[in-house]
């Protein structure tokens, strides 16, 4: 069983800075892609920046140059820098990973979420 935890999450004025984490913890043989999306209230959620096993990284266009995704492979954990924060950030951010593992006689490669962290950005 593998299980997701986001933090860091919390309220912000606007132009301030938040560090989401994430997580991962399970019989986790690797983690490939890792990634960020984000869902506001009456909208669906959508992607906010990945990034590959190898570090290559992708940004949602709106949060290029503001926003920095990370990870660190040896702990099973991503992050998400968020600088110069706007109230059209705010949202629940989770966290999504695909993680390998071994269910006997296969390995097997599935995406995880997370539950979630809250970010609440003030005008």
């Known amino acids: 069983q593998v299980h997701l935890v986001e933090s860091g999450g919390g309220l912000v004025q606007a132009g301030g800075s938040l560090r989401l984490s994430c997580e991962a913890s399970g019989n986790i043989l690797g983690i490939s892609a890792m990634g960020w999306y984000r869902q506001a209230p009456g909208q669906q959620r959508e992607l906010v920046a990945n990034?590959?096993?190898?570090?290559?990284?992708n940004y949602a266009d709106a949060v290029k140059g503001r926003f920095t995704i990370s990870r660190d492979n040896a702990n099973n954990m991503g992050f998400l820098q968020m600088n110069g924060l706007k109230p059209e950030d705010a949202g629940v951010y989770y966290c999504n990973a695909e993680v390998r593992t071994y269910s006997f006689p296969r390995f097997v490669l599935r995406a995880y979420w997370g539950q979630g962290t809250q970010v609440t950005v003030s005008s």
């Open positions: 990034i590959t096993g190898i570090g290559s990284t």
